[in-house]
C-alpha cells in the first residue's frame, strides 16, 4: 500500500503513467504512549523510490495500522 501510494503521486505531480516505485526501507514506529488511553495507532514508515520520465525522487510514506497511508514529498 504504501508503494502505490508514493507511485501515485508522482504520477500525478509528474504527469508521468508508466512511473514505477520500490521499497527502500521500512521501520515499525512505537510511541511511547502504546498504554494508555490516548495513545495514537502503531505506523509504519517507508522510504519509497519512484522513477519514469526522466525523473526519480524519494518519498517518506506514513502508513497507520488499520487506516491508510500518506507520500510526503521527499527530495529528488
Do not use: H, K
Not at 18 to 23: H, R
Request: some cysteine; aromatic content about 8%; overall charge positive.
Amino acid at each position: 500500500m504504501a508503494m502505490q501510494t508514493a507511485q501515485r503521486r508522482a504520477q500525478f505531480e509528474w504527469n508521468c503513467p508508466a512511473a514505477t516505485a520500490q521499497v527502500l526501507s521500512q521501520e515499525m514506529m512505537t510511541s511511547p504512549l502504546q498504554y494508555t488511553r490516548f495513545a495514537p495507532p502503531q505506523r509504519a514508515e517507508y522510504t519509497v523510490g519512484v522513477a519514469g520520465c526522466g525523473q526519480r525522487q524519494t518519498y517518506l510514506v506514513i502508513c497507520t495500522d488499520g487506516g491508510g497511508c500518506v507520500a510526503a514529498a521527499g527530495r529528488p
